[in-house]
C-alpha cells in the first residue's frame, strides 16, 4: 500500500458546519459555496480559478473572452494590432470609474501590466506566471487618457486572448499601499466592491452604485467538505456550489430543492514529472528523467476506472496538453496495460528488486481543490505501486501548503494538479509551456523539440502552417512529455431551484447575468 500523509496547515482542522447557522439568501443575494480557500485579492499574484473567479466580478478587462471563444469588448471598445504583430492599442470606454472614485484611465491600464511584471514585486501569479511569460510581454505604455498599447516580443497568434486575461485596477490606490495591504483591499472598477472578508470563512461583494447586475450582494463561502456543501445546498442556504462529489448527486436532485447540472470541463488533470537538478537528487527522482520510464509509467494508471468509479463520468483519456476539439486527431489515448508497464520499465533498468521495489517516490497533492481529488491520487498511487513503485504519498492542504510549493515549481518528484483549458485554441492550452521558465511549467521540462518550435509557430504564415506545427509538437509532448496524461475533469455544479444560471465549460463561475427563476 502506498504510504500516506496528511500534511494540513497550522492549526487547520476538520470542522462541520450546520445548515442551521446560516439564513437562506435574501431575493438581492445569491450565495456559492466553494471548496477552496483564496489566499488574495491582488490581481497579480492571483493563480487558482477560485480566487479568479472571485476576482473577476471586481475588476474589469480590456476585453473578456466568452465561453464560446469569442472576444467581447469590456472596459476597452477596439483594438488596434500594429502591422509587425508586436503592439496592443485598446481604446477604453469613456466615463470608467474606479472603486476609489478615481477616473480609469490607460495610465491605469498601463500600471496594471506593468506592475503585474515589476521584477520588485516578484508576483508569481497567472498574470506574470502565464500571460507574461506566453507572449513574451516588454511594456505597456498610457498613449493618451483613453488610449493604453501593450508590446510583446513577437508576433503571437493568440495574444489577444491571455491579454483579456489581466485584471485592471487603479494606480493611485494601490501605490499608496503595500504588497500586504493590496491582498486585501482590491480596488479596480467591476460591478462589484468588496465589503468583507473573512479569511477561512467568506467574502461578501457588494454591487456598485448603477451597476447592470441581477444581483446586489454575492457571498462566496468555502465550504471545503463536499458532503456539507450539499447539505447547505439542500438547505437552501446556498445557492450554487462547486465539485459535487459523485455520491451526492442522486441525493441532490432528489431535494426537490436543487440539481446537479454536468458539463464536460475543459481543465487538463495531470501527474506532473519534476524534472529539475534538485528534484533528479531525490529519491525516484533520477528514474523519472528517463523518457522510457516516463512513458512506461503511462500504462500503469487506469484511467477510464477512475473516471467512471470515482468520478461518476465516463472520459476519454488525455492524449496530451489540449482539449480534444483542438488535439492532434492521429493520437490514441495510451491504454491501461501494466503488463506493458513492467515491461517498458525492466528495458529501462528499473527492474523490480528482491522485495519487488523498484525504486521509492513521492507523490504529492492538495485537497479539496479538484473533483473527488484525494480518492483520485490514492487511485493513481494504488496503480504505479501495482507495477513497482513505492510510493510516498503526501496530501495538503490546498491553500496554505500545496499551492506555495506549486508557485515555487518544486512539487515532486510525483505531483497532482489541474491546468484551466480553452476551446477556442489549441495555443492557449500549450501555452502552460511557452518557455522552460514559464511560471506554469511546474516539471522544468526543456526539450528543444517542443520548446524551439515556439519561434516556428510566431513566423508561421498560415493556419495550415501552424497545425502541423502543433501536431508535431504534440506527438512529442505524446511521446516524452512531462505529464502523465489523465482525464479533462467533468464539472458538476449543484444550483438552486430559485436560481437561474447556466455554468461554462472553463469552470469561470461568472454571476453577472445571473437571475432569480
Known amino acids: 500500500m502506498p504510504r500516506l500523509h496528511h500534511l494540513l496547515a497550522a492549526g487547520a482542522a476538520s470542522v462541520a458546519l450546520m445548515t442551521g447557522a446560516y439564513a437562506q439568501p435574501a431575493d438581492d443575494t445569491i450565495v456559492v459555496g466553494l471548496s477552496a480557500d483564496i489566499t488574495t485579492l491582488d490581481p497579480a499574484p492571483i493563480s487558482s480559478r477560485d480566487n479568479s473567479n472571485i476576482a473577476r466580478h471586481i475588476f474589469g478587462t480590456l476585453f473578456t473572452m466568452g465561453g464560446d471563444g469569442v472576444a467581447r469588448p469590456d472596459l476597452a471598445n ?16 469613456e466615463g470608467l470609474t474606479c472603486h476609489d472614485g478615481e477616473a480609469l484611465t490607460a495610465e491605469d491600464a498601463a500600471y496594471s501590466f506593468n506592475r503585474a511584471a515589476d521584477p520588485e514585486n516578484a508576483f508569481t501569479g497567472n498574470t506574470p506566471g502565464f500571460v507574461f511569460s ?3 510581454f516588454q511594456s505597456a505604455e498610457a498613449l493618451d487618457d483613453l488610449r493604453v498599447q501593450i508590446n510583446i516580443g513577437a508576433p503571437n497568434p493568440i495574444a489577444f486572448g491571455l491579454i483579456a486575461e489581466v485584471f ?26 468588496l465589503a468583507e472578508w473573512r479569511r477561512g470563512s467568506q467574502v461578501v461583494l457588494e454591487a456598485v452604485e448603477g451597476a447592470d447586475v441581477g444581483f446586489e450582494r454575492i457571498i462566496w463561502r468555502f465550504i471545503p467538505e463536499a458532503s456539507t456543501r450539499s447539505a447547505e445546498l439542500m438547505a437552501g442556504n446556498v445557492d450554487i456550489i462547486t465539485n459535487v462529489a459523485p455520491d451526492q448527486m442522486d441525493v441532490i436532485n432528489a431535494s426537490g430543492a436543487a440539481e446537479v447540472n454536468p458539463i464536460q470541463g475543459t481543465r487538463r488533470m495531470y501527474v506532473g514529472f519534476n524534472l529539475s537538478d534538485s528534484m533528479a537528487m531525490e529519491p525516484g527522482g533520477d528514474a523519472i528523467q528517463d523518457p522510457a520510464v516516463r512513458r512506461a509509467l503511462q500504462y500503469a494508471v487506469n484511467v477510464p476506472a477512475i473516471c ?3 468520478l461518476n463520468f465516463e472520459c476519454e483519456r488525455m492524449t496530451g496538453i489540449v482539449n480534444p ?4 486527431q492521429s493520437l490514441e489515448p495510451y491504454p491501461y496495460d501494466p503488463e506493458t508497464a513492467e515491461r517498458l520499465l525492466d528495458e529501462a533498468g528499473w527492474p523490480r528488486g528482491d522485495d ?7 507523490f504529492q497533492a492538495g485537497q479539496g481543490r479538484y473533483l473527488n481529488d484525494a480518492n483520485v491520487v490514492q487511485a493513481i498511487a494504488q496503480y504505479l505501486e501495482d507495477v513497482g513503485l513505492d510510493v510516498d504519498l503526501q496530501i495538503m492542504e490546498w491553500s496554505s501548503v500545496y499551492i506555495p510549493i506549486i508557485r515555487e515549481r518544486n512539487a515532486g518528484p510525483l505531483y497532482f494538479i489541474g491546468s484551466g483549458g480553452a476551446l477556442w485554441s489549441p495555443l492557449y492550452d500549450m501555452t502552460d509551456l511557452a518557455a522552460v521558465d514559464a511560471g506554469t511549467n511546474y516539471t522544468h521540462w526543456d526539450d528543444p523539440r517542443w520548446f524551439d518550435r515556439w519561434a516556428d509557430i510566431a513566423a508561421a504564415e498560415t493556419e495550415e502552417e501552424t497545425r502541423q506545427i502543433v501536431d508535431e509538437m504534440l506527438q512529442v509532448f505524446y511521446d516524452d512529455g512531462p505529464w502523465l496524461h489523465l482525464y479533462f475533469q467533468p464539472d458538476f455544479y449543484g444550483v438552486s431551484n430559485r436560481i437561474d444560471w447556466t ?15
Open 78 to 93: 477596439t483594438l488596434e494590432i500594429s502591422d509587425d504583430g508586436m503592439a496592443y492599442v485598446y481604446t477604453l470606454n
Open 134 to 136: 506566453s507572449i513574451d
Open 168 to 193: 485592471i485596477h487603479c494606480m493611485d490606490s494601490y501605490e499608496a499601499m503595500t504588497l500586504d495591504e493590496a491582498s486585501g483591499n482590491p480596488i479596480g472598477s467591476g460591478p462589484y466592491r
Open 308 to 310: 467512471s468509479q470515482l
Open 325 to 328: 476539439p483542438n488535439a492532434n
Open 356 to 362: 519487488g521495489t523498484r525504486f521509492s517516490i513521492a
Open 503 to 517: 455554468p461554462r465549460p472553463d469552470e469561470k463561475v461568472y454571476l453577472f447575468d445571473a437571475g432569480l427563476n
